[in-house]
């Protein structure tokens, strides 16, 4: 079946260190996004591709990067500079297309203590 | 700049009918879409109406827009326990980037 996987499904870190949220997709398709979920905030893009190779920031990119060296991978660091790391992350891929909608992966639980 | 605003909560008594509401700005909008969250896990789309429509029915939902007003509402029919979820309003205006609401928790007691 495809469909977009998100790894691991809970993360704990300390303060001060990276961590790489995984993010693999088997629907072929071209641009791949990044939100972050806060409870009553709804969703906030991080970032997106829309092609390998290339990137663009979202609205809160600030303490976050990303890469997109396979059509299949788009993996988020959250680097120590970002300060409420704390939250649930969601990735998604879609035909970058007006009449395609997102899907989901399950997300991860990342929590920085 | 694009805005999607929902209520935040709505509580029914199961077997009720639940209406979520959705209002946009962004009149370029050409489809509209409604995902369901299910506690930890990530979003499902639900169904989506193009703006050349008033209504689409799929089993037990209802989506009706309201193309002048910018609105947009779901109704679930006999609604049911495992519908108590997270639902989201989402709009494609001028990117292929959605909008999203910020999400109406849908509780539903006996």
């Known amino acids: 079946d495809g469909g977009i996987t998100q790894s691991p499904k809970y993360l704990f870190r300390k303060e001060g260190q990276n961590v790489t949220l995984s993010c693999e997709q088997n629907?072929?398709?071209?641009?791949m996004y990044w939100y972050r979920q806060d409870p009553g905030q709804g969703l906030r893009l991080i970032y997106y591709?829309?092609?390998?190779?290339?990137?663009q920031k979202g609205d809160i990119a600030e303490g976050y990067s990303v890469s997109r060296e396979k059509k299949e991978s788009f993996p988020l660091t959250v680097t120590s500079a970002q300060k409420n790391p704390t939250a649930f992350y969601l990735c998604?891929?879609?035909?970058?297309?007006?009449?395609?909608?997102?899907?989901f992966g399950n997300g991860t639980r990342l929590t920085v203590t | 700049g694009e805005d999607v605003e929902q209520s935040l909560f709505l509580s029914v008594r199961e077997g009720d009918s639940s209406v979520i509401n959705c209002t946009y700005t962004?009149?370029?909008?050409?489809?509209l879409y409604w995902y369901k969250q299910e506690p930890g896990a990530g979003l499902q789309l639900l169904t989506y109406?193009?703006?050349?429509?008033d209504m689409k029915q799929d089993q037990r939902l209802t989506v009706l827009l309201n193309k002048k007003d910018k609105h947009l509402s779901l109704r679930i029919a006999d609604t049911q326990t495992g519908d108590s979820a997270i639902y989201f309003c989402?709009?494609?205006?001028?990117?292929?980037?959605?909008?999203f609401g910020r999400g109406t928790s849908l509780i539903v007691h006996p």
């Open positions: 109406i193009f703006s050349n429509m």
């Open positions: 962004d009149s370029s909008s050409t489809y």
């Open positions: 989402a709009e494609n205006g001028g990117s292929y980037i959605p909008t």
């Open positions: 591709s829309q092609i390998v190779n290339d990137f």
């Open positions: 629907l072929n398709h071209d641009a």
């Open positions: 998604a891929s879609s035909i970058p297309a007006r009449d395609s909608p997102l899907h």
